[in-house]
């Protein structure tokens, strides 16, 4: 069976960099798999702005969408990213429904890092279990818009809704969701494709103050 | 001491978007930590393009430069992303000679994944021991620019050269920059903002057929 899936990456300004772009190197990974493999389909990634204009991201990367919330087709899967940005869209009514609208066709609905308190205003992940970034766990519950708020795991699933922790989570997330949305073959070989056999040389050691 | 330095990330039409765009989350987040911790200094992390105009990335990803080659100041680091376009800036005089001027008055000369064989082609990294993605050694073993081209290392350091494996492996590359650029506790508190805690969902397993 041939699967070409509509995957959109929701993007604005502030948005943290790594929390898309990580994601969108995992997702697009496949196509570049089925090109080796000589497996048929192609899955279209794409990034949306809320007018189609490249945005200026948390850390000064400028990044061009390929389509606006009016112009953007249906999607399989949506993804929001985090960062400081998401303060303003949290309350950003054009955003909320343009999650909420395409969220009711998705097969999955999915988020990085900050980006789950968006989800969760805009409907999708509202009364969710659902995670963030470590330092944004407290700022994601006293918005009370989600069902839990949980600390300490990559990511998490409920329903069709995958929210993953800060920024880096979203690697791992999204390696999970090939396995959804293709197979468990299909994202071995993403990982191997991207050498993703990390090696930090330090390690992850979260504040006691948190 | 304030340190405010100037690092350079070098992009063009076909690079590999994580190549570059995981070592300029952990680039910059240096700044996000100072702001936080009340630090001085703020570096300058920018993308520098032939002509100055935005780049096409391997996965259609559409990212503007702030600097061409002509107006670029000079670099304190040089980053150079692999990816496709690598077998055509490979014989690009512009971008060789690019690179050898601002490398000879750099503190570190780094790259990811095939990045390293411009980096060997435009003479920074020509008789040096180096890494590329595990898929391409054979390739930049073949080109023969290098002294040696080292497999299963996540980065190799030789002098003030510094190249990483493929894709994602650029991220831990970076990490260690930072310790070497600041100190290790901000390489660490970096791991700590990003959250960079890896979890993959499945082991990197590299093919027989290497």
Redesign the interface.
Known sequence: MTKSLNIAILIFDGA???DF??P??VL??V??VRAFKKIEGHDK?Y?VSETGA?VTCA??????ADFSYATAPQADVILVPGGQGTRREVTNSATLKWIADQAAHCTWVTSV?TGSMVLAAAGPARGKRITT???AIGEVRNRGDAGEVVSGQ?WVVDGNVVTS?????G??MA??LV?QLHD?DM??TV?????????????????DRT
Chains 1, 2 share one sequence.
């Not at 922790?165 to 989570?169: I, R």
Request: glycine share 6%; with cysteine; proline share 7%.
């Open positions: 943290e960099e790594l772009q990580g969108w190197e697009t990974m196509n570049t990634v990034l490249k850390n000064g990367m400028r990044v061009e890092c970034h470590w330092a990559r922790a800060g920024v880096s989570a690697i791992d390696i999970w396995a468990d994202a071995k990982v191997r494709m991207m050498e993703y056999d990390p090696a930090p040389p330090f390690a992850f050691a979260k504040p």
